[in-house]
């Protein structure tokens, strides 16, 4: 489905802002870079306008987007993730050993495929299956929190049994365990998450340390030379925790007001421009000082600049994940179920994080982690320490009426 296909019938601000993601946010990242797309969650209105009705939420009824489960006879998975999202042989590309292990401990084989590019992209893909309660040839999926959040909210995956995930009910962090989309994880369990940090170029600072967003907004010495995300939650998000606002809580008056404060930065020619990725290449050439950065892309610039720093500001940080979902009538529920059960095994989870180096949301993990792989258990963007954990916090969903109405101011914010 083309992209203007995808977006037809969106209010304009959020169609420019979905354009964003894909073409200069995270979206349009490759998976090693940063693992995800982050930005819109239009609702079952926006759907029908493309000409996709909605599906109907099962109330109470976990079977009513269930089709007959295979899995006792057909010991199989098909398991759709993203690009370079899961440990692989330096020597053999396709094998990935925790899906090896797994197949060897429940003789169900994973049929394995890359083919989340994005998930704007991706929801296009399997939108048509299922709004028409068809079986999408999937059993399980990983894709953002804001697309998890909406394939729940129209019904499209089905409610995990609990008896199949007890290892991800007992192991599963506690931060992770009650986003606002899915309290309690009653349909998803994380694959992986990634925070937004603060960055500095020790040497374009000149030795200067870069602790706070109000630094970034105000420090004469970094005047010119800032720049911030156009992905609206990123952004906006930073400063509202900088203003002593909840993420998780705040009202159109605090929006209102992070936007005015990054306007006045704006104004004042502190802020340089908003990027998406190519901030990168700007911060380790010391073209910019300073600015909001995704933990992915920090792990690889500093492998090639040791001046580059990061730093978890004292008032909070923005935390975000991909999810494992089971899709509406997929055949083999069981067994996707068993997959993620298995994952989060401490030891599992543990091969999985040194092989792709992003967060793990399972307890136990790091132990297991030093005994394989003790950089990167010690790297505090892959495994945060508990005060950084501690200042995680996380954007809330946005209801289709916010969406709309935040985008367009943010646009016309950054001239988007």
Aim: include cysteine; hydrophobic fraction near 40%.
């Amino acid at each position: 489905m083309a992209f203007n296909e995808l977006t037809d019938g969106l209010p304009e601000p959020v169609r420019r802002a979905w354009e964003r993601s894909l073409t200069s946010g995270r979206a349009a990242l490759g998976r090693r870079t940063l693992l995800r797309a982050a930005a819109l969650s239009a609702g079952a209105g926006t759907l029908a306008a493309c000409g996709i009705p909605a599906a109907p939420r099962a109330t109470g009824d976990s079977t009513a987007n269930a089709a007959k489960d295979l899995s006792e006879t057909q010991k199989e998975v098909a398991f759709s993730n993203w690009p370079l999202y899961v440990d692989t042989d330096e020597k053999d590309k396709e094998k990935h050993g925790t899906l090896e292990a797994f197949t060897e401990a429940t003789g169900i084989k994973v049929k394995y495929n890359e083919d989340v590019n994005d998930n704007v992209e991706f929801f296009g893909k399997i939108k048509p299956q299922l709004a028409s309660g068809q079986d999408t040839g999937r059993d399980l999926m990983v894709l953002t929190d804001w697309m998890a959040a909406r394939l729940i909210r129209l019904g499209w995956v089905q409610k995990l049994n609990p008896a199949n995930v007890t290892t991800a009910i007992t192991t599963i962090e506690s931060r992770f365990r009650a986003p606002d989309w899915d309290p309690g994880r009653l349909y998803s369990y994380p694959w992986a998450g990634i925070q937004t940090v603060v960055a500095y170029n020790r040497k374009a600072t000149r030795g200067k340390e870069v602790t706070s967003v109000s630094q970034l907004l105000d420090d004469p010495d970094l005047k010119g030379r800032v720049t911030f995300l156009s992905e609206m939650r990123d952004s906006i998000g930073m400063v509202l925790l900088d203003q002593g606002r909840s993420t998780e809580r705040f009202t159109a008056d605090d929006f209102d007001g992070a936007v005015a404060r990054l306007q006045k930065a704006i104004d004042s020619k502190q802020i340089r421009r908003f990027t998406g990725n190519d901030y990168g290449q700007e911060l380790s050439a010391g073209d910019i000082a300073a600015c909001i950065a995704w933990g992915g892309d920090l792990i690889q610039l500093r492998a090639d600049n040791p001046d580059i720093e990061f730093v978890i500001p004292e008032k909070g940080y923005i935390a975000s994940t991909d999810n494992m979902l089971v899709p509406a009538r997929a055949q083999h529920k069981a067994n996707a179920e068993k997959l993620i059960d298995f994952y989060y095994q401490p030891k599992i989870a543990a091969q999985l994080v040194a092989g792709i180096g992003f967060v793990s949301a399972v307890t136990g993990m790091k132990d297991e982690l030093a005994g394989i792989a003790p950089d990167t258990a010690a790297n505090p963007l892959v495994v945060p320490t508990p005060e950084m954990a501690g200042r995680a916090h996380v954007f809330r969903t946005l209801s289709e009426s916010e969406e709309s109405d935040f985008e367009q101011k943010f646009s016309k914010l950054i001239g988007a």
